[in-house]
């Protein structure tokens, strides 16, 4: 990464909303394993009279031109609205690294790492449960509709459920920690709320059932320590089948990367990125390098091995 000068640097992580079995529910944070930042940087570079924004990065060409029409500068805003008060203007730089409208929760990290930011450098005036609601509420406005299964990883790091209607909010689970995760964006956009609109509006009374069993299913077998069951569980009843006429490579890949003896691939959130859940770093690197040959003739497309991000969003 290029060198900058600044006050503070914060980075939050990139995340994996729905992973396949607990849409809108489960939501787990990765790292590359070989040390990159694959998530967004955030500088704070100095007070100044007004707000600013740079903007720098790989994915800098994905976003709108007028960077006063940013996520981070939205989240100062309301990060300043929540407290009630008035607060002294920053120059700020954005590294965007990660591809947008991707299923990496680009959007998400942007937010995250925004309202992290902010709330450090100005003394931490909001609890963990309030910033986390203010990060949903800013993610509902992109996305169409409040939810944490982006924002809580990325936040608090690890493997999160999220918790209808307890004032807990998420839980971190637990994760088998030789499991690596190869996440191969294609290079293409798929936004969210267009992600989204395929999908049911209602689900019948056995196919509910069916969706909490197979959930219930993964979140038992990873306080078991089964790691066959666990990976049998990841069936997503609900989005896939709707999603994968926008992703339509997704069967395929999936037949010939399992046949390889790779535990599971789906859908990175809305997608369109996917995800290779692997045994080891062995698999993981067999999954990257098949995926890496199927995508290399996008220039935006990119390919990472992780592992579990415990450490969700942070100061550097």
Not at 45 to 55: G, K, R, T, Y
Not at 133 to 142: D, I, R, T, W
Not at 161 to 168: A, K, N, W, Y
Not at 281 to 286: G, N, R
């Amino acid at each position: 990464m290029q060198q900058f000068s600044y006050l503070k640097r914060y980075y939050a992580p990139a995340s994996t909303g729905n992973f396949s079995v607990g849409f809108d529910l489960l939501g787990a944070a990765f790292e590359p394993v070989n040390g990159e930042l694959f998530g967004d940087v955030l500088d704070i570079c100095a007070e100044q009279a007004e707000l600013s924004l740079e903007i720098v990065g790989r994915y800098l060409h994905q976003l709108p031109a007028n960077s006063t029409d940013n996520l981070v500068l939205s989240c100062f805003y309301a990060f300043e609205q929540k407290l009630g008060r008035t607060l002294p203007r920053l120059a700020l730089r954005l590294h965007k690294n990660l591809p947008v409208g991707s299923g990496l929760g680009s959007s998400a990290c942007s937010i995250v790492v925004a309202c992290y930011a902010f709330n450090d450098y100005f003394g931490k005036p909001l609890s963990e449960a309030e910033l986390l609601q203010l990060m949903a509420q800013a993610e509902g406005g992109v996305s169409g509709s409040v939810h944490y299964d982006n924002v809580a990883p990325s936040y608090f790091g690890g493997l999160q459920l999220m918790l209808p209607q307890s004032p807990h909010i998420c839980r971190t689970l637990p994760w088998f920690e030789h499991w690596r995760v190869v996440l191969s964006y294609p290079g293409t956009v798929l936004s969210t709320k267009a992600a989204r609109a395929v999908l049911p509006q209602q689900l019948s009374l056995s196919h509910s059932i069916a969706f909490a069993g197979m959930l219930g299913r993964f979140v038992s077998a990873l306080y078991a320590g089964d790691e066959a069951d666990a990976a049998a569980a990841l069936q997503d009843l609900v989005a896939e089948p709707a999603r994968t006429p926008l992703i339509p490579e997704l069967p395929p890949l999936r037949a010939a990367l399992m046949a390889k003896g790779i535990l599971h691939v789906g859908i990175s959130g809305a997608g369109p990125t996917l995800f290779a859940l692997c045994r080891n770093e062995a698999q993981a690197q067999l999954a990257a390098d098949y995926l890496s040959r199927h995508y290399e003739k996008n220039q935006d497309a990119t390919t990472q091995i992780c592992r579990l991000s415990l450490a969700g969003a942070r100061t550097l």
